[in-house]
C-alpha cells in the first residue's frame, strides 16, 4: 500500500460518499481529527432544524395534540432502520429506551421461552453493560451464567462458543462487533449454532449497526439491540433499537409491563394485554425529541448505503493497520484487533503500556480517539464523514507523539472517563 499523504488524498478523491462530509456539524471546520465516531458519531447538520420543529410546531403549538404523529414515532423510525441499516422487515425494530433496558427486557422474554433451562451464555470480554444485565436477569431467576473465555484482540472463538453449548443453555448474549478490539462475529454460524442447540441469541449490535454490512433477516437472526449514538449518529443518550423476528413477535413477552406497550392503550383498560406487534415491547413515553435526532441520522446512514459504508469503514481501518506496522510498531505498539479486515468492524484498536498516556496526548493535539482498559488506544474512524487523510494526519501525529516522547509528561495512571 502507497502510504503517502499524497495517496490518502487520491483515496478521498475516489471516495463515492466524501459529499457525506458536508452534511455533519463541524466536520472539516473544527480541525479536530475526530476518531471517535464509534462512541458518539457527529452531529448531522439538518438535526438541529428537525428539533427546532419538533419543539416549536409540534410542542409549542400542537402540544397534546401532536401525539398523533409522536405516537407512532417509535416504530416509524424502527422502520427506517429495519430496512435501510439492519436487513429487517418493517414491523420487526423498535426504537426506545436504552440499549441497556432493551436487552434485559430481550434477555428476560428469551429465556422466559426457554423453560427448563437454567443457563445464560456471555463472552467474558463483552461490554460491561451486557455481562451485567446478563449476571443481574440469572441472579433474579436462579440461573447459571457460563462466561465464554474470548481474546481480547481476537474475539470469541465460536468454536470455543460452541463447546458452552448445551440443552441447559437458554440464551447467549454476543456482540456482533467487539467494544474493544473491533473483532466481528459471524453472526448467521453463530445463530445457527445456537439454535442447534435450543438457545436463543440476542445480538448487540451497538459497533455494528451502520458500519459493516448487518442483514439480520438473512442470517436468521431472532433478537437483536443496539445504540444509535454510535455510527447511526443519532446524538449523546440516543434512544436504542430492538429487533425482534416477527415470526417470534406474539410468542415473547417482556418484563416491564408497561402502558406503551398494551392492545388499545387508551381504553385504560384493567389488565395488561401486550399489542401483538414490535409494540409490545415498548414501555412507556417515547422521548419524542431524541426520536426526531435518531431519524435524521438513520435516514442519512441509509442514504449513504449500509455497503458503501462498510467498504469505506474496511478502507480505513486498512489504512490504520498499514500506517501502524510502518509507524508505530517500531516504537512499540501493537495491534490489537484483528489482522483480517473480514473479521474487523470499522473501529481498530492498538495496544500500548503507554496508551493512556498517548490518549491524553492526541487529545491536547486535537485528534480524538478513546481510551480502553487495560492498555488500548481505540480509533473509529466513522466512514461517513471521515476521510484518509484524517486518518493519515492521526497516525502521523501519534506518530510524532511516540518519537517525541511528548506523551511521557502526560500522567500514567487514568483520572477521567473517556
Ligand atoms: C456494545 C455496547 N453495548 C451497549 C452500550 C451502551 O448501552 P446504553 O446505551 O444502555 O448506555 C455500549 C456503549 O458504548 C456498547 O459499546
Not at 462530509?21 to 447538520?45: H, I, K, Q
Not at 409549542?60 to 430496512?83: M, N
Not at 392492545?263 to 426520536?291: I, S
Request: net charge negative; charged share 25%; aromatic share 6%.
Amino acid at each position: 500500500m502507497d502510504l503517502t499523504r499524497a495517496a490518502a488524498e487520491a483515496l478521498d478523491a475516489a471516495d463515492p460518499l466524501a459529499a457525506f462530509r458536508d452534511r455533519f456539524a463541524g466536520a472539516g471546520e473544527d480541525g479536530l481529527l475526530y476518531l471517535d465516531g464509534n462512541s458518539l458519531g457527529r452531529m448531522p447538520v439538518e438535526t438541529p432544524a428537525a428539533l427546532a420543529r419538533v419543539v416549536e410546531e409540534e410542542w409549542a403549538r400542537g402540544l397534546v395534540r401532536s401525539w398523533s404523529s409522536w405516537v407512532g414515532a417509535a416504530t416509524r423510525v424502527g422502520d427506517l432502520l429495519a430496512e435501510g441499516v439492519l436487513g429487517a422487515r418493517p414491523g420487526e425494530v423498535l426504537v426506545a429506551d436504552s440499549t441497556t433496558v432493551d436487552l434485559y427486557k430481550l434477555l428476560v422474554a428469551a429465556a422466559d421461552a426457554r423453560p427448563g433451562r437454567d443457563v445464560l451464555v456471555c463472552s467474558a470480554d463483552d461490554f460491561p453493560t451486557d455481562r451485567y444485565v446478563v449476571a443481574g436477569v440469572a441472579q433474579a431467576r436462579g440461573m447459571t451464567v457460563r462466561e465464554v473465555p474470548a481474546d481480547a484482540d481476537e474475539g470469541l472463538d465460536p468454536a470455543v462458543l460452541a463447546t458452552a453449548l448445551d440443552e441447559r443453555v437458554a440464551v447467549v448474549v454476543l456482540s456482533a462487533v467487539a467494544y474493544r478490539s473491533g473483532a466481528l462475529a459471524d453472526v448467521a454460524a453463530v445463530t445457527r449454532t445456537a439454535r442447534e442447540a435450543g438457545a436463543l441469541v440476542v445480538w448487540d449490535l451497538s459497533h455494528a449497526a451502520g458500519a459493516v454490512p448487518v442483514d439480520l433477516a438473512a442470517d436468521g437472526v431472532d433478537l437483536a439491540v443496539g445504540c444509535t449514538y454510535k455510527y447511526l449518529n443519532g446524538g449523546p443518550g440516543a434512544p436504542a433499537f430492538l429487533y425482534v423476528r416477527r415470526e417470534l413477535q406474539e410468542r415473547l413477552r417482556q418484563p416491564i409491563w408497561g402502558w406503551f406497550g398494551q392492545r388499545d392503550q387508551f381504553a385504560m383498560g384493567p389488565a395488561y394485554d401486550p399489542v401483538p406487534g414490535v409494540e409490545r415491547f415498548a414501555v412507556g413515553t417515547p422521548p419524542v425529541l431524541a426520536l426526531a435526532a435518531v431519524e435524521v441520522g438513520a435516514r442519512l446512514v441509509a442514504e449513504a448505503g449500509v455497503d458503501r459504508l462498510a467498504a469505506k469503514g474496511r478502507a480505513l481501518g486498512e489504512l490504520v493497520v498499514a500506517l501502524a506496522d510502518a509507524w508505530l510498531a517500531p516504537h512499540g505498539v501493537a495491534l490489537a484487533s484483528p489482522r483480517d479486515p473480514a473479521r474487523r468492524g470499522a473501529h481498530v484498536t492498538l495496544a500500548s503500556p503507554s496508551a493512556w498516556q498517548l490518549t491524553q496526548a492526541l487529545v491536547d493535539r486535537g485528534v480524538v480517539p478513546d481510551f480502553r482498559t487495560p492498555d488500548r488506544v481505540r480509533l473509529g474512524p466513522a466512514p461517513l464523514y471521515t476521510r484518509f487523510v484524517d486518518v493519515w494526519d492521526a497516525m502521523a501525529c501519534l506518530r510524532d507523539v511516540l518519537a517525541s516522547g511528548a506523551h511521557e509528561g502526560y500522567p500514567a495512571e487514568r483520572s477521567r472517563v473517556t
